[in-house]
């Protein structure tokens, strides 16, 4: 069975820094994209940011880039998101995916295992 | 950026009842299109993607269908574990995705 497992959320003050990390388990890890995907108390879900298969090329959504940091351990199965000069509005569950085909192709971008999220709270 | 636009936003239903919601994109998307659907505190779950196939494991009363701009997911019979918030996505434009605002499906 595919698993997902976020840590590394919490309470960060306004300019702080968090590291989120995404164990992944019962997969070829390396063989998928995968994502970040975000979601603000009461509200919808938001893309934050994807990582090709490889680790050479990374996406971010323009509300986080330049701030936040996607990469990929394959010796480790682990996807982490490093978020720097964190913002009120960065406080959100954190969700890690795995991208739906391994051909890096459009849906690979869909994403059909999902973690449970880890919750980060930017507040003074 | 490609938005993507549900309707409605909240929607009242019995058990048995069939519905349909619908998500409009900005501009054409071919059949780059997935369906989730979420329940409070749970992470989403992928339903259909490819705009009408049904992903392993998601009952057949389920169905997508559409292409373009205008995408329908229609539940045939609604079930009581079926109230959920739904959410459609692009990968049109991959690897900048976007969702929909989402539909609250709620008992009436």
Redesign the interface.
């Known amino acids: 069975e595919v698993q997902l497992l976020e840590s590394g959320g919490g309470l960060v003050q306004p300019g702080g820094s968090l590291r989120l990390s995404c164990a992944a388990s019962g997969l070829t890890f390396n063989s998928y994209?995968m994502t970040w995907?975000r979601q603000a108390p009461g509200k919808?879900?938001?893309?934050v940011s994807?990582i090709s298969t490889t680790g050479g090329t990374a996406?971010y959504?323009d509300s986080v880039r330049g701030r936040f940091a996607i990469s990929r351990d394959s010796s480790k199965n682990t996807l982490y998101l490093q978020m720097n000069s964190l913002r009120a509005e960065d406080t959100a569950v954190y969700?890690c995916?795995k991208g739906?085909n391994v051909d890096g192709?459009?849906?690979?971008?869909?994403?059909?295992v999902?973690?449970?999220?880890t919750t980060v709270t930017v507040s003074s | 950026d490609i938005q993507l636009t549900q309707s409605p936003s909240f929607l009242s239903a019995s058990v048995g009842d069939r519905v349909t919601i619908t998500c409009r994109a900005s501009q054409g998307i071919s059949s780059?299109l997935?369906w989730?659907q979420?329940k409070p505190g749970k992470?989403?779950?992928?339903l259909i993607?490819?705009a009408s196939t049904l992903?392993s494991r998601v009952p057949s009363r389920f169905s997508g269908g559409g292409s373009g701009t205008e995408f329908t997911l229609t539940i045939s019979s609604l079930q009581p574990e079926d109230f959920a918030t739904y959410?459609c996505?692009q990968?049109?434009s991959?690897?900048?995705?976007?969702?929909?605002?989402?539909t609250r499906l709620e008992i009436k």
């Open positions: 994209v995907v919808g879900l938001e893309w994807s996406y959504a969700y995916a739906l192709s459009a849906f690979s971008y869909a994403m059909d999902w973690g449970q999220g | 780059y997935a989730y979420q992470a989403p779950k992928l993607y490819a992903q959410y996505q990968v049109n991959y690897p900048f995705i976007t969702f929909g605002q989402g």
